[in-house]
């Protein structure tokens, strides 16, 4: 599948796919063929640093910041096959932006597809606080950005 080119696309992409299903069953059943569809994060990188807290299930988020491009790039897994599907979705939207482009467009798409209706609240709960450790480290790096700035200036 080929990425929207901005996250306000990639949210419009993901309402028309979920649009497709009529029942909740299907839209779970898809959110966890997303979940089996999401690679793998390297052992090494499951560690205590990089769990998500807040999450019911075991969540493990890394980030790479390029520099020169200014693209943060994310990886993530979860020991559960439901949050697995959330991440997928999570790294469609958020993988590959600008930092500043990651802080301006909160994930409302969670919403519009009502997946908040079929998530149990420790879920809920998790999705959140992935979603907030995302726009954690896009704050973070937002500003080595605008502190390169100020040193060149």
Known sequence: MERAA???????????????????????????ELGRTLPPLDAAHRTEANRVRGCQSQVWMVARFDPETRLLHLQADSDALIVRGLIALLLRLYSGRTPEDILA???????????????????????YAMVERIRELARIYAGVGQMQGAVRG
């Not at 419009?12 to 299907?26: C, H, S």
């Open 6 to 32: 901005t996250i306000a696309e990639e949210q419009r992409g993901i309402e028309e796919e979920f649009a497709l299903f009529e029942e909740p069953r299907e839209k779970l059943e898809y959110l966890l």
């Open 105 to 127: 467009h909160p994930p409302r798409v969670f919403e519009a597809i009502g997946l908040g209706r079929l998530l149990t609240p420790g879920r809920q709960n998790g999705l």
